[in-house]
């Protein structure tokens, strides 16, 4: 266990030296403040641009449009900034060979991988909290959000989703060893995806749910329940991918 912390307390001083910290607490927290904003701001804007003399009748901004907002820029921009962020997890020291004196010295491989999914967890949790938090407050300031349902398993969906992404990125980063393996693999897989969404039979279990059927859990067009499947398997999966990076770590030649 010792050496577990050791290692995460390296991966903690090396990803705040390379300023990792600095840039998931400013682009997220600028997300939290840029959702309920666009949300406020849109109908002035569309006000203002429309040739003169049209009368439009714009319905006034709620509490849910700043979290429709929310749902669209955290998964679109906040989500994958942060997979670029976490592309080279294990391929830039597999790429210098710096894990090898560590590894030669006792340290698991196991410990190795996990720490470092651990450490793309914290950073995750931090982004979503921050930016979740700061929607929050300023979108109770505005609005009523009294209205909304299932506000915060909504977001779980969300960091769920988010959970499983990281997994696939950490596994393509230590399978192909190259900052765009991860990538790749994340890429392969939104699009797989996709693409089985096409068909509505998988709309109860495809793990794309989780980041599209927030917006009807707020409205109650969805229930909890509905998404169950999609939540289990999600994190059925994330723990599927972890094992199969620690086993092909164990057997790669570093």
């Known amino acids: 266990m010792n050496q577990w912390f050791g290692f ?7 990803s705040v030296k390379t300023y990792k910290l600095l840039l998931v607490v400013v682009i997220f927290s600028i997300l939290g403040i840029l959702n309920p904003f666009t949300a406020k701001i849109t109908p002035v804007l569309l006000e203002q641009f429309m040739p003169a003399g049209t009368i439009m009748d714009l319905p006034e901004p709620t509490a849910l449009d700043s979290w429709l907002q929310f749902y669209k820029n955290v998964p679109q921009m906040g989500l994958v900034v942060f997979i670029l962020l ?3 997890m294990m391929s830039k020291e597999l790429e210098k060979g710096t894990l090898v004196i560590l590894l030669t010295k006792g340290l698991r491989r196991s410990t190795v991988i996990t720490t470092k999914y651990m450490m793309a967890i914290c950073y995750w949790t931090l982004a979503i909290l921050l930016s ?10 505005y609005w009523d959000q009294s209205t909304l349902q299932h506000l915060f398993f909504a977001a779980s ?8 992404l990281i997994a696939v990125t950490l596994w393509g980063n230590t399978y192909f060893a190259t900052p765009y393996g991860g990538i790749l693999v994340t890429f392969i ?3 797989g995806l996709f693409i089985t969404a096409i068909f509505p039979q998988s709309k109860s279990w495809n793990p794309l749910e ?3 059927a927030p917006p009807q859990l707020l409205t ?3 229930l909890p329940a509905d998404v169950f499947v999609s ?3 999600t994190l059925g999966l994330t723990l599927v991918f972890v094992v199969l990076t620690v086993v092909h770590f164990k057997r790669k030649l570093v």
Do not use: H, N, Q
């Open 8 to 14: 995460f307390k390296k991966e903690w001083f090396e």
């Open 86 to 88: 976490f592309s080279t």
């Open 132 to 141: 979740f938090t700061i929607t929050y407050a300023y979108t109770a300031f």
């Open 157 to 164: 969906c969300l960091y769920i989703f988010g959970l499983l």
């Open 189 to 191: 897989g939104m699009i």
């Open 210 to 212: 989780l980041a599209t």
């Open 220 to 222: 109650g067009d969805l």
């Open 231 to 233: 939540y289990l398997l």
